[in-house]
């Protein structure tokens, strides 16, 4: 998937796009969902240019990707979710219904998530 810098995400970084930020440094940004699927409904994104995890783990630098990680498990301890657990998402092209074509990972928390999928196989 080649990036498209006119994802709302990369928009987002550019400042074009409000957001409502739980955390910023150098290298990620995490911000609320716009349409909440569970009362703690964060996204977690790294500054650099991946199209989905798919091509941040086959592209970035091992240690780019071990420090991303880590600040995901840092941000849902922020945000509270470590408490009574949460659930990583992270979509990765048709199948999954990606939407956004910016590496993102959906930290969802804050009450029982139910079973991984909706529909069955
Ligand atoms: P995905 O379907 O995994 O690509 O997830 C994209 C997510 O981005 C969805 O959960 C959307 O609700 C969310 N989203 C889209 N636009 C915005 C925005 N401007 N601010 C915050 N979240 C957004």
């Known amino acids: 998937m080649i990036y498209d810098s006119t994802n709302i995400f990369a928009r987002i970084l550019r400042g074009e796009i409000p957001n409502k930020t739980v955390y910023d440094d150098e290298h990620v940004l995490a911000f609320h969902d716009v349409s909440?699927?569970?009362?703690?409904?964060?996204?977690?994104?790294?500054?650099?240019?991946?199209?989905?995890?798919?091509?941040?783990?086959?592209?970035?630098?091992?240690?780019?990707?071990?420090?991303?990680?880590?600040?995901?498990?840092?941000?849902?301890?922020?945000?509270?979710?470590?408490?009574?657990?949460?659930r990583l998402v992270t979509n990765h092209g048709a199948d999954a219904a990606q939407s956004v074509a910016h590496f993102h990972i959906h930290i969802l928390a804050g009450k029982p998530l139910g079973s991984l999928l909706a529909e069955g196989a």
Do not use: C, M, R
């Not at 989905?52 to 240690?63: C, R, V």
């Open 36 to 86: 909440p699927a569970a009362p703690i409904h964060v996204l977690v994104i790294p500054k650099g240019e991946y199209s989905s995890f798919d091509d941040f783990a086959a592209t970035a630098n091992a240690l780019v990707i071990a420090q991303f990680f880590k600040k995901v498990q840092d941000i849902a301890v922020l945000v509270g979710a470590d408490k009574t657990g949460y």
